[in-house]
């Protein structure tokens, strides 16, 4: 479509939206208040007003470096203060904080590297030896900063040349003046993990991260009287962003470095310590964190925090289970590393509030919600048509918006993952009439029987409730009448005397959940199922090997 | 300073900002959410379903009536829904809407369309009068729309040629597709009044207009959840621009139609009815509507409202008198129309929440606040150097930010008016060690004796205050040895025994609140006070008129 330019206004259109505005504004009005960080000796806090000194010696001293505009400097950290102190200094002098996920392996790690051409690499000492793993890999990478808050001469490592955070910052000049960055220059680069093929490049400008921060604080409803618990990692679209907002609003941030989902109750005591009212992750997280609460004799008191909740659909316990134990509520939002990520917020409309019984009200919020405001959404079928509001017809989730991505970085790729202007999220979803989407499965593996959709996942997480499960993945096969038929491949639960289920077990223990036509075909119990390097089943291969099932070849 | 361009980003950076954004969000996602406008038939109501299909009507007979991308379309109107939907369907085509200011003579009316070059001019029922007192000044207007519930028959005007708003939509179709506006593109239009000189043309661009409604949608805590009730004209800096937040987030809007101060019981009623849970206006409009609520027998139940309150200084005895009796929270805001406007914000830091006593909090509360995120603002002396943040020191208060005009609308004062990249607001400010402001004067109003600044405003207010005294000014005069002085022109209250008030009673009255060397040299009682066109004390005049009271001439 064309574009209309008017007449011209008055305003001040050229005012580039910098991320280092978020920090600036922090420093100047909530000087104050206070950045939390854990590190190995334990909890330790400072202010916006000393972060931001740090952060202009820290970009004086990438200066000194020779990092230059467009650069791209890798980080290998935890949520730290570092690393918060990284993400304003390196994009603020123009420079693109490449986030390296610590959740891949050292193979895929290189190849980040290599691919956007990383000059620096930022280590945290507890990953020094990662990144001399990586080391003799790397292409372009000219020189490496330890951070640490030991003496350079107490760490022995093989980098070279090697530079020393703190050293540097402490002998550069706190009167840094920021340049002004055209708004469309990269921030910061996010590979993404697909299950198949190397990492894709999403590289975010300032504009977007500005916006979306802006749209964060909306639905988030962030003010400076929250304290964020920052649990997503920093490494992985930038934590989903939401610290960003907090920075916006002059928010207390509370940064968990390194912790594993062992370290529950510290995490939980850092919480209850903090006065959290702001977090967010995975249902992976906060399920086994509301087990732990239970167990607990004095519940902690989360009246009025928001966890906002992503990744996958939280179960109703969880989220019912938080309210009713420490009254925080769930904000079940969608997105990807291609949406930055806000793209879907569970806002309840107060139409529908005063429409829906209780039951329902809870059922809507297992939906991943209505598109944020800014953001235009489409679910369409293999035609690219738009599928009805029915809430039963699945279609795959595109997406476009000032936050979204238009194409991978350098990558033959693109042209897959894009069209007509919106990016294709390969989930697959239906929206009800009004406008609830609902992620059902990947789009891919949509099961097609009959003209109708059947959910992989669907029938995945039924079965796998079985208390003789230990896993089950669900594919969709070529079948001679009905296109296709689902396939479940079960792992029976090791060592238990319930191993003796049978198919008809299975069976029937899930079908009062589905229409009698989408149950599975047939059930083979297996040893393994194939995975892929980040741990999702490989329905590509698995689909490959088991494609004569059906039909004859 | 040079601005840089990093690495290219692979964000949507060319997906423009564009206002129609806002209302098809809201009737995709909050279609059943009312919209509520009184007219003088009485209260009715609609949907932004059903609002968004009358504008997309609206945007079609645009076209059809040849309105082009870049025309300037004149609205005068009152709050109503068709203003509402003009908001939406003029910019949307990629025209401007023109405010008119129903507050100024109809000779600057002439001047602001004139000047604009409008070529349309849409007109309520009720100023079909004024209209055509217009016509026969305006240059380029080539049509007339007509808003009224009537058949066209039934409308005599002498306005031609004339079209009928109400036929034209309901002849066009509701199938129109948006065109994609460069988000530099003006979207509306609104002149300053300034107390002297033509008005100027401040014209506010999509992105601006799209960035700012964020901004209001933030700081004003809003959601979906609220009921806006729209006291600030839409003709006067799009009404603060709240009602496009409200859009942003799908919160229900109340327009009131055509009020004035004397409706202060229907506009509580509205209020009430609606469940009223934010409001925007000034003092003028929240004091004599406490008055009212004070002698209600049943209060109304606004616990959790919040009241935007911006112009002047809210007292405190309203901001109190509002929460004890109704639950409502002010907000204070400071801003312009060529700030669109929100700049400032009386937002309390959680650290100051703590330390100051609850006197201390009230009186934070009279202070307009700090910048709001994304806001350069700097108190500069008259040599443009920064002043102290000491709560003492007067200076010019001085914006720049994506929401901040550049420049007058072909207009050669602009000169006068911006300068390093900032708009001169011509307000005097002091700014404290936490960064709030508070406005003391008009800058060329403030008095300076002895090397210390007096505000003219402060003693106005305070003698004003004197019960024999009807209204006050304050001037500051050249002094021989002081540089200035101050001079306090009184008028009394007529007809009470009070008038015998003395010079030395004044004194003797405000004294208490002032140091001995900010009390003025002199008091003048007078019969009246000269006045601008728009009410205010016309200073300039008055300091000619009394230059040499201090010195020989």
């Given at each position: 479509m064309k574009m209309i330019k008017g007449c011209p206004s008055t305003s001040m259109d050229d005012y580039q939206l910098n991320h280092t505005t978020l920090i600036r504004h922090a420093a100047r009005n909530f000087p104050e208040r206070e950045v939390v960080y854990k590190t190995a000796k334990g909890v330790e806090r400072y202010n916006y007003q000393e972060a931001y000194h740090r952060i202009k010696r820290l970009a004086s001293a990438l200066e000194q470096l020779g990092v230059q505009p467009g650069d791209r400097v890798g980080v290998l950290d935890w949520n730290s203060r570092r690393f918060f102190e990284s993400y304003f200094a390196i994009p603020g002098i123009g420079a693109v904080l490449l986030q390296l996920n610590l959740r891949v392996s050292p193979d895929e790690l290189a190849y980040v590297c290599n691919h956007s051409e990383a000059k620096y690499l930022f280590v945290d000492e507890s990953l020094l030896g990662l990144a001399e793993e990586l080391a003799p890999k790397l292409n372009k990478v000219s020189a490496f900063v330890l951070m640490t808050d030991k003496k350079p001469e107490e760490l022995k490592t093989s980098l070279s040349p090697v530079f020393h955070y703190e050293p540097m910052i402490q002998s550069s000049s706190a009167d840094y003046e920021w340049p002004i960055l055209d708004e469309t220059s990269a921030y910061s680069a996010c590979y993404t993990s697909g299950t198949t093929g190397r990492p894709k490049g999403v590289y975010y400008s300032h504009r977007c991260i500005y916006i979306h921060a802006m749209m964060y604080a909306i639905y988030g409803s962030i003010s400076c009287r929250d304290s964020l618990v920052q649990l997503v990692p920093m490494f992985h679209a930038q934590g989903w962003g939401i610290w960003q907002s907090a920075v916006f609003m002059g928010a207390k941030i509370v940064l968990p470095g390194r912790y594993s989902l062992e370290d529950t109750q510290s995490i939980i005591e850092l919480m209850t310590d903090e006065k959290m009212t702001l977090t967010n992750g995975s249902p992976a997280l906060f399920t086994p964190f509301l087990n732990h609460i239970k167990q607990m004799e004095e519940k902690p008191d989360f009246e009025g925090a928001r966890i906002i909740c992503g990744a996958t659909e939280p179960p109703l316990s969880t989220m019912k289970g938080w309210r009713d134990l420490t009254g925080a509520e769930f904000i079940h939002i969608y997105g990807a590393t291609e949406t930055t990520p806000i793209c879907l917020c569970n806002v309840l409309s107060p139409d529908l509030e005063e429409r829906l019984s209780d039951d329902e009200k809870w059922e809507l919020m297992k939906k991943q919600g209505i598109p944020v405001t800014g953001l235009d959404v489409k679910l369409v079928d293999e035609n690219g048509k738009e599928v009805p509001r029915d809430g039963k017809t699945a279609g795959e989730i595109m997406v476009k918006g000032p936050w979204i991505t238009n194409s991978y970085y350098n990558d033959e790729r693109s042209q897959e993952s894009f069209a007509d202007g919106y990016w294709k999220s390969a989930d697959a979803g239906t929206i009800d009439e009004n406008g609830y989407v609902k992620i059902v499965d990947r789009y891919k593996d949509l099961i097609k029987s009959g003209g109708e959709w059947i959910s992989s996942v669907d029938l995945e997480n039924a079965i796998a409730a079985h208390p003789a499960v230990e896993e089950a993945t669900v594919i969709g096969l070529k079948h001679p009448k009905w296109e296709e038929r689902p396939l479940a491949l079960v792992v029976k639960m090791q060592?238990?005397?319930?191993?003796?289920?049978t198919e008809q077990d299975i069976i029937d223990f899930i079908a009062p959940k589905f229409a009698r036509w989408q149950l599975p075909d047939k059930i083979k119990f297996v040893q393994t199922i194939r995975k892929t390097s980040v741990g999702k089943f490989d329905k590509k291969k698995i689909r490959n090997e088991y494609a004569n099932e059906f039909i004859k070849p």
């Open positions: 060592g238990e005397p319930q191993s003796n289920v």
